[in-house]
């Protein structure tokens, strides 16, 4: 069936070290990928975006890649510090339609050491 | 900037009552959400809503779930006869193209 997931479960890092978190899906028709973060009590805050016509997009400290071949997200994180210790999913819109449901990975939670 | 607004913010709830969970979406989004979250596991999509109906519902959303815009600005869960099972944080958002803007949600407890 279709799934998004995430390899691994929790990350350690040091503060101001780069942060790499991966997702893999299995939707090969997916034209939209997205990061949110979760703060404990709060709601997804969108990350970065990135099309299925695109490999990389860069913002702010974050880069997000997708690779289409073998189906993998990634989202990395530069200089992290500790207010980026989060939750963060990755979710995909498996509709062509923009306004489709996302569907999430579990999950992986990022803790900063300082 | 914008918010979508959810209330209340934790609602406790006897087992076999109804809830009404409440959102007020980003003014100028046209299309709205509901999502939930079972402690500790992923965020699932219940339904979404465009132009006055639903445009698409999972699984999960059975009739035991309804949605409602009674106004220009209130976008309405209601939980009927809500079951243990049924405790979550549920997550409204809101989007007008690409990008959904998410809400802090509502901690919904069954006891």
């Known amino acids: 069936g279709e799934s998004v997931g995430l390899h691994l479960p929790t990350l350690s890092v040091q503060e101001g070290d780069n942060s790499i978190i991966n997702c893999a899906y299995s939707n090969s028709a997916s034209d939209y990928f997205i990061w949110y973060k979760q703060e404990s009590g709060k709601g997804p805050q969108f990350i970065i975006d990135i099309r299925s016509n695109m490999d990389k997009r860069q913002g702010q400290r974050v880069t997000v890649l997708l690779n289409k071949t073998v189906k993998h997200l990634s989202l990395q994180i530069a200089a992290t510090q500790p207010g980026d210790s989060a939750v963060y999913f990755c979710a995909e819109n498996p509709d062509t339609g923009a306004n489709s449901k996302l569907t999430f990975g579990k999950g992986i939670t990022l803790s900063v050491r300082p | 900037e914008p918010e979508v607004t959810q209330t209340p913010s934790h609602q406790v709830t006897q087992m076999g009552q109804e809830v009404i969970l409440r959102c007020v979406p980003i003014?100028?989004?046209?299309?709205f959400y509901w999502y939930r979250q079972i402690l500790g596991q992923k965020v699932e999509f219940l339904v979404s809503?465009?132009?006055?109906?639903?445009?698409?519902k999972s699984e999960i959303f059975d009739d035991q779930f309804s949605v409602e815009r009674p106004d220009g600005s209130n976008f309405t869960l209601k939980i009927r006869s809500t079951k243990l099972e049924d405790s979550a944080m549920y997550f409204c958002?809101?989007?007008?193209?690409?990008?959904?803007?998410f809400g802090s949600g509502t901690r919904l407890t069954v006891v």
């Open positions: 003014s100028n989004h046209l299309y």
């Open positions: 958002a809101s989007s007008l193209l690409y990008g959904y803007t």
């Open positions: 809503f465009y132009n006055n109906e639903i445009s698409e």
